[in-house]
């Protein structure tokens, strides 16, 4: 059974930063991709950003692209994801996600494990 935590979620000025993270059930699978969605009040979940296990490729939605950076720790087994330059239109539930495949996807439904989400409040 994968566990996925996630932390780090709070109220932020808008310029701010916050980091989250997600830790997850040691040892898991040898391959998989770590993903961060989002939903907004009244909005589809949308992807963020996600990082490769084997490799270590990530890969950003356009509109965090220059503020958001995904980072693992493999000996905490817990992936991270700064957030700077926080917009109000960045509020949302943020939820870590895994998919126990090699390729990335950027849909929801491809990935098979899920955290609880954490708020992400960014005040204007």
């Known amino acids: 059974q994968v566990q996925l935590v996630e932390s780090g979620g709070g109220l932020v000025q808008a310029g701010g930063s916050l980091r989250l993270s997600c830790a997850k059930s040691?040892?898991?699978?040898?391959?998989?991709?770590m993903g961060w969605f989002r939903q907004a009040p009244g909005k589809e979940r949308e992807f963020v950003a996600a990082i490769r296990s084997s490799d270590g490729m990530i890969y950003y939605a356009n509109s965090v692209k220059g503020r958001f950076t995904i980072s693992r720790d493999r000996a905490k087994y817990t992936m991270y994801l700064q957030m700077n330059s926080l917009k109000p239109e960045d509020t949302a539930v943020y939820y870590c996600a895994m998919r126990i495949d090699y390729s990335v996807s950027y849909s929801e439904d491809d990935y098979n494990h899920w955290g609880q989400g954490t708020q992400v409040t960014v005040s204007s």
């Open positions: 040691a040892r898991t699978f040898s391959t998989y991709v």
